[in-house]
């Protein structure tokens, strides 16, 4: 049988603790018609040393001398891509021997779906103790992306295959068609988002374009989560830059992609939690102001990237909002 190629891309910085158990997971696959691209964004500690003792045929590597962010360090990385189907793997992910295989197997029976969602864990593959991280995404009234089955033990549900809004960007499974169809100017990831939240532009602009992900139990991966979207007591002690990030792209997310219809009805509660935001940074998080600072710089070329990006169906919108 002839199998297609999948393209894995990884983007890396400073990642030198959690990327050996990646690497060594992407090596057990039992798929192994697959090419490797890592893109490392300039890191400081051992993490370059750990990618030049990585040795695979078909393994391009790509060394900035800049952060060049996840985003654009993806875009470039999807750039040069063979494969019809392609798996962006966060460097502290673990994969199950099978998750290639069985990633294939799924979309390769379905035509019609064009990214999967796999079952994340957050500490064990063990089922007697095995803590869900993510099984896909959601998108909530508010307009925030909530990570199905997230904190859920896993011997406590009866989990199925489902379509789903969204899929994680920790271990997203896309169609190469999927990839050309969302991409605009080269640029698959909105570079304006930098990092966070990427995943659910992408993940809302495949919906407004019609897209099906599915998520897909049998793909089974670790994802130690660090950081949960809300929570913060942990929101103090991460890196301001990146609350400056999050803040930024949840607004640029909003003005791409809310439809007339989606603000008519849920506006209320979206502004509610934009407002939440805004009070509390400036309270206690004056330096995220910036984000409002930017957003207003850049507004007209946001603008213009949603009538880029999207091409509602406002009948397919509200069948499932």
């Known amino acids: ?142 307009r925030t992306c909530h990570l199905i089955f997230h904190g859920e033990y896993f011997k406590d549900l009866n989990i199925k295959s489902s379509i789903v809004f969204g899929v994680d960007g920790a271990l997203p499974f896309y169609r190469k068609s999927l990839v050309d169809d969302l991409s605009v100017n080269g640029q698959f990831f909105d570079e304006l988002f930098f990092m966070h939240k990427e995943d659910w532009d992408v993940s809302w602009r495949a919906f407004n374009r019609g897209w099906i992900t599915i998520f897909y139990p049998n793909c089974r991966a670790i994802h130690p989560r660090h950081f949960k979207p809300g929570d913060l007591k942990i929101r103090k002690s991460i890196n301001p830059n990146i609350r400056y990030h999050t803040v930024k792209n949840q607004l640029i997310l909003l003005l791409k992609n809310e439809s007339k219809s989606g603000f008519k009805k849920y506006g209320y509660k979206i502004i509610f939690r934009q407002i939440l935001i805004l009070g509390y940074n400036i309270l206690f998080d004056w330096g995220s102001m910036h984000a409002y600072f930017f957003i207003i710089k850049n507004l007209r070329l946001i603008l213009d990237k949603r009538k880029k990006y999207n091409h509602f169906t406002q009948k397919l919108f509200s069948a499932i909002i």
């Open 1 to 142: 049988m002839n199998r297609p190629l999948v393209t894995l891309s990884l983007v890396t910085y400073n990642n030198e603790e959690m990327l050996p158990l990646c690497l060594d997971s992407i090596q057990k696959q039992t798929y192994n018609k697959y090419e490797l691209f890592i893109l490392d964004n300039s890191s400081t500690d051992q993490t370059i040393k750990l990618i030049r003792r990585y040795k695979y045929k078909n393994l391009k590597h790509t060394f900035l001398t800049y952060n060049s962010g996840f985003c654009k360090g993806h875009n470039i990385n999807l750039s040069m891509m063979n494969g019809k189907y392609v798996l962006l793997v966060n460097p502290d992910i673990i994969l199950e021997p099978h998750y290639l295989e069985n990633a294939v197997d799924c979309l390769e029976l379905r035509q019609d779906i064009g990214a999967l969602a796999g079952l994340l864990f957050q500490n064990s593959f063990d089922q007697n103790d095995a803590i869900i991280d993510s099984g896909g995404l959601e998108l909530k009234e508010n």
